[in-house]
């Protein structure tokens, strides 16, 4: 028997997590996955008694209702017993449907004569939630409120899930029939709300014989209309960084490019945020308002496109009701120019969040409805410091506000230029303008990030050993092997080699790919090597990560090291690219140098520097030798690696680059 996705409420969910395997016996209502979206997260139970036979999604995966999820092996009984039911009830509910239909139909057959205008009174029903029952934990809205169809309109919580209940109709609010700490389920009336449609006027003959078919148009006419119209031009501007100012760093569309709603148009940078201002509208970019570095603030125009915007249902709803004679003219210019200046606005108060894309994510395993998820975006709040008041640990939004009020009434621990002393260990600098004067120039992002991480290198006790390698039959094999890589589109460094033998190197040492532990009375030794490659990019260093390159070949590391560089360099580096290393190489490349110590990346405990290599004479007891010498920098905390230990490391380290054949033995 399949397991499908239920009625959650939203068109689309994220398959966030999976909470059964291959195998599992389970009873109805067991929860079997986690869906999320921006208005739901929902554990969605059982349907049926069995063994998980097969999983048909996976996490990250995009569902909606309907979506197979499971499949389970069920005795015959129960397969007929599940199957029946939901058809027994569809015809229930098509049976009082067709009857509520005609009930109220009737009434309107009689009076031939009806005004253009008419109204009806719609029920607002509990859809399927997945549980039994649940509570009501927030009214979204109130009596007189005007909504349009999928606006939220209740928050409904069980302990499995929580869920916004979207309207299923546009229209007056009439009534509030539920309040919050109700236990509802499914099919429970929550509001009522005033529909207003829209009808042509007939003949007594023609209006009795089309009666159903008219007020069924009637009522769907809202839909009908909520199509794009025409708009004109839209002016696109920055929305709330959750800051005062920001930087354009990279304008990503140029003028006559053809865009899509929600597309990246510009990239704005400040030191809280890196931020892509998508489009509100498609169509043609006419105009590009900025540059390149440029500061900007929350108003200012990006850019100017000719466009197409979205007329919400509630919007024609409200139309057709007020200005039903005019009913054609609905799509004149005047209504464009109207769209075309509200529809940035709405952008701009959808995208007042103050928090990255990985705060968010973090925020997301926190057990909070999606109101209060909102609300911790638009304040800049992280979820997991916030000590929650409600049932099953939920963070409500009291808990929000109590945060927020206690992080702004705690005493300021000292101005300025004291926490820059407080973190650098040094004195404020002194005043300069007896001496010339002097201009502030900001650091870019990337470096100012850096600046908390590259002080931690003041508690490591670091040592630096210096060795050369004869790198001179390893770079004429490289030599030979370059054109065939090139063919292939691969660029083949010296740093390919270097990685490979290091890593072979680490299995037999491991201490210098190990962590000192918190009590510094103990090692950590990683079960595998992930290695950190710095990369020089126009914003400073950025250090992505090669993973496993003890499991790969010399192609692969090559393949890998050209795609984390050019990601690096593109600024398209996931959070994930940036963590887990446990050694890392720094190469100066052909920058120039003959060493340099380079600073341990806590927590890590080792760094080798590369410096250029040059032709030297070395002797062989004869004679001088023409020969390719790599230098070599190995920064160590003494706390874990003894000095011998680190020159047995390079001595070992030259031997397997003198001749990498080794590696094989």
Same mark, same amino acid.
């Given at each position: 028997?399949?397991?499908?996705?239920?009625?959650?409420?939203?068109?689309?969910?994220?398959?966030?997590?999976?909470?059964?395997?291959?195998?599992?016996?389970?009873?109805?209502?067991?929860?079997?996955?986690?869906?999320?979206?921006?208005?739901?997260?929902?554990?969605?139970?059982?349907?049926?008694?069995?063994?998980?036979?097969?999983?048909? +999604?996976?996490? *990250? /995966? #995009?569902? &909606?209702?309907?979506?197979?999820?499971?499949? @389970? !092996?069920? $005795?015959? %009984?129960?397969? =007929?017993?599940?199957?029946?039911?939901?058809?027994?009830?569809?015809?229930?509910?098509?049976?009082?449907?067709?009857?509520?239909?005609?009930?109220?139909?009737?009434?309107?057959?009689?009076?031939?004569?009806?005004?253009?205008?008419?109204?009806?009174?719609?029920?607002?029903?509990?859809?399927?939630?997945?549980?039994?029952?649940?509570?009501?934990?927030?009214?979204? +809205?109130?009596? *007189? /409120? #005007?909504? &349009?169809?999928?606006?939220?309109?209740?928050? @409904? !919580?069980? $302990?499995? %899930?929580?869920? =916004?209940?979207?309207?299923?109709?546009?229209?007056?609010?009439?009534?509030?029939?539920?309040?919050?700490?109700?236990?509802?389920?499914?099919?429970?009336?929550?509001?009522?709300?005033?529909?207003?449609?829209?009808?042509?006027?007939?003949?007594?003959?023609?209006?009795?014989?089309?009666?159903?078919?008219?007020?069924?148009?009637?009522?769907?006419?809202?839909?009908?209309?909520?199509?794009?119209?025409?708009?004109?031009?839209?002016?696109?501007?920055?929305?709330?960084?959750?800051?005062?100012?920001?930087?354009?760093?990279?304008?990503?569309?140029?003028?006559?490019?053809?865009?899509?709603?929600?597309?990246?148009?510009?990239?704005?940078?400040?030191?809280?945020?890196?931020?892509?201002?998508?489009?509100?509208?498609?169509?043609?970019?006419?105009?590009?308002?900025?540059?390149?570095?440029?500061?900007?603030?929350?108003?200012?125009?990006?850019?100017?496109?000719?466009?197409?915007?979205?007329?919400?249902?509630?919007?024609?709803?409200?139309?057709?009701?007020?200005?039903?004679?005019?009913?054609?003219?609905?799509?004149?210019?005047?209504?464009?120019?109207?769209?075309?200046?509200?529809?940035?606005?709405?952008?701009?108060?959808?995208?007042?969040?103050?928090?990255?894309?990985?705060?968010?994510?973090?925020?997301?395993?926190?057990?909070?409805?999606?109101?209060?998820?909102?609300?911790?975006?638009?304040?800049?709040?992280?979820?997991?410091?916030?000590?929650?008041?409600?049932?099953?640990?939920?963070?409500?939004?009291?808990?929000?506000?109590?945060?927020?009020?206690?992080?702004?009434?705690?005493?300021?621990?000292?101005?300025?230029?004291?926490?820059?002393?407080?973190?650098?260990?040094?004195?404020?600098?002194?005043?300069?303008?007896?001496?010339?004067?002097?201009?502030?120039?900001?650091?870019?992002?990337?470096?100012?990030?850096?600046?908390?991480?590259?002080?931690?290198?003041?508690?490591?006790?670091?040592?630096?050993?210096?060795?050369?390698?004869?790198?001179?039959?390893?770079?004429?094999?490289?030599?030979?092997?370059?054109?065939?890589?090139?063919?292939?589109?691969?660029?083949?460094?010296?740093?390919?080699?270097?990685?490979?033998?290091?890593?072979?190197?680490?299995?037999?040492?491991?201490?210098?790919?190990?962590?000192?532990?918190?009590?510094?009375?103990?090692?950590?030794?990683?079960?595998?090597?992930?290695?950190?490659?710095?990369?020089?990019?126009?914003?400073?260093?950025?250090?992505?990560?090669?993973?496993?390159?003890?499991?790969?070949?010399?192609?692969?590391?090559?393949?890998?090291?050209?795609?984390?560089?050019?990601?690096?360099?593109?600024?398209?580096?996931?959070?994930?690219?940036?963590?887990?290393?446990?050694?890392?190489?720094?190469?100066?490349?052909?920058?120039?140098?003959?060493?340099?110590?380079?600073?341990?990346?806590?927590?890590?405990?080792?760094?080798?520097?590369?410096?250029?290599?040059?032709?030297?004479?070395?002797?062989?007891?004869?004679?001088?030798?023409?020969?390719?010498?790599?230098?070599?920098?190995?920064?160590?905390?003494?706390?874990?690696?003894?000095?011998?230990?680190?020159?047995?490391?390079?001595?070992?380290?030259?031997?397997?680059?003198?001749?990498?054949?080794?590696?094989?033995?």
């Amino acid at each position: 028997m399949q397991i499908k996705t239920p009625d959650i409420g939203v068109e689309k969910a994220t398959v966030a997590e999976i909470l059964v395997k291959v195998g599992d016996t389970i009873a109805i209502d067991d929860s079997i996955v986690l869906l999320e979206s921006d208005k739901a997260s929902v554990e969605v139970p059982s349907t049926s008694v069995g063994v998980v036979k097969s999983i048909a +999604v996976s996490e *990250g /995966d #995009e569902v &909606a209702e309907g979506a197979v999820l499971i499949e @389970v !092996e069920a $005795d015959a %009984a129960q397969a =007929e017993t599940s199957e029946s039911e939901p058809a027994q009830s569809e015809e229930k509910a098509q049976a009082e449907s067709t009857q509520e239909h005609v009930s109220t139909e009737q009434p309107k057959a009689e009076n031939t004569n009806a005004a253009a205008t008419s109204s009806e009174i719609v029920e607002v029903k509990v859809p399927d939630i997945g549980v039994e029952k649940a509570l009501v934990g927030e009214v979204l +809205v109130k009596a *007189g /409120d #005007e909504i &349009a169809v999928d606006d939220s309109i209740v928050v @409904v !919580e069980s $302990d499995k %899930a929580t869920v =916004e209940v979207p309207s299923t109709v546009a229209g007056t609010i009439e009534n509030i029939v539920v309040k919050e700490g109700d236990s509802v389920k499914e099919g429970v009336v929550l509001i009522t709300v005033k529909t207003t449609s829209v009808a042509q006027e007939k003949s007594s003959s023609t209006e009795n014989k089309q009666t159903a078919p008219t007020a069924s148009t009637a009522t769907e006419s809202p839909k009908a209309e909520s199509k794009p119209v025409q708009s004109g031009s839209v002016e696109i501007a920055v929305p709330d960084l959750g800051v005062d100012k920001a930087s354009v760093s990279e304008i990503l569309v140029s003028v006559g490019d053809r865009v899509e709603k929600d597309q990246s148009l510009v990239v704005v940078e400040s030191d809280k945020a890196s931020v892509e201002v998508p489009s509100t509208v498609s169509g043609t970019i006419k105009a590009i308002h900025v540059s390149d570095n440029q500061e900007v603030k929350q108003g200012m125009p990006l850019v100017t496109i000719d466009g197409i915007a979205d007329v919400q249902p509630s919007e024609v709803a409200k139309e057709k009701a007020t200005n039903a004679p005019q009913a054609a003219e609905t799509k004149t210019q005047p209504k464009t120019e109207k769209i075309a200046v509200e529809e940035p606005k709405a952008h701009v108060a959808n995208t007042s969040d103050k928090l990255s894309k990985e705060q968010q994510a973090e925020n997301a395993k926190v057990y909070a409805g999606p109101a209060v998820r909102k609300l911790a975006r638009e304040l800049g709040v992280l979820l997991a410091q916030v000590e929650s008041s409600g049932p099953h640990d939920r963070v409500m939004k009291e808990d929000v506000f109590a945060y927020v009020k206690q992080r702004l009434t705690a005493s300021q621990a000292a101005p300025q230029a004291t926490v820059a002393q407080a973190a650098s260990g040094l004195p404020a600098l002194p005043d300069f303008s007896a001496f010339g004067g002097s201009e502030v120039a900001t650091m870019t992002r990337l470096q100012q990030v850096s600046v908390p991480q590259l002080s931690l290198n003041n508690f490591i006790p670091q040592v630096t050993q210096f060795d050369l390698a004869d790198i001179t039959e390893l770079e004429a094999w490289r030599g030979e092997l370059k054109a065939k890589f090139k063919q292939d589109g691969i660029s083949l460094t010296i740093l390919a080699f270097i990685a490979k033998a290091v890593a072979f190197l680490l299995k037999e040492e491991p201490y210098f790919a190990s962590h000192l532990a918190d009590d510094q009375k103990s090692v950590v030794l990683r079960n595998e090597i992930h290695m950190g490659i710095a990369v020089a990019t126009p914003d400073g260093l950025t250090v992505p990560v090669l993973r496993n390159p003890d499991q790969k070949s010399i192609k692969q590391i090559a393949i890998e090291l050209g795609e984390l560089s050019q990601k690096a360099r593109d600024k398209k580096l996931s959070p994930k690219d940036l963590q887990g290393a446990n050694f890392t190489i720094t190469s100066l490349g052909s920058i120039g140098g003959t060493a340099f110590t380079p600073l341990v990346n806590w927590p890590q405990v080792a760094i080798l520097g590369i410096s250029p290599a040059t032709m030297q004479p070395v002797w062989n007891g004869e004679g001088f030798d023409p020969k390719l010498m790599l230098p070599l920098s190995l920064s160590y905390d003494h706390r874990v690696i003894n000095g011998a230990d680190a020159a047995r490391f390079t001595n070992k380290l030259t031997k397997l680059l003198a001749d990498i054949r080794n590696i094989l033995l």
